[in-house]
């Protein structure tokens, strides 16, 4: 009995790790959402929309990108565009501040 159990266990381990690699791989980016917002409000209190329109716009850009992608259930894409939203964002803080531009 112990032996049948242990190969049903073993023959069962493959389609489990499938399974669970695809739900991982299929997950919206709830994480890099949240940081690509986080720094966008960072930047944007510095004043990085007016001291650095064009780096905070792209932000922007990369974050609705990435909240369309989630809505059309692109996870993968969407998590790619958080990342670069956060990125751009934290360009325009540091180009921001680095000019002086705080109030």
């Known amino acids: 009995m112990t032996k049948l159990l242990f190969r049903a266990i073993l023959l069962s381990l493959p389609l489990f790790l499938l399974v669970s690699s695809l739900t991982a791989c299929s997950s919206a980016p709830v994480q890099e959402m949240s940081d690509a917002r986080q720094a966008i409000i960072a ?14 716009s792209d932000a922007r850009k990369y974050l609705l990108a990435a909240e369309i992608a989630i809505r059309s259930g692109h996870f993968p894409q969407a998590k790619r565009s958080a990342i670069q939203a956060k990125k751009q964002a934290v360009r325009a803080r540091k180009a921001t501040i680095g000019i002086g531009a705080i109030q």
């Open 43 to 56: 930047a944007k209190q510095v004043g990085a929309e007016k001291h650095s329109p064009t780096i905070y």
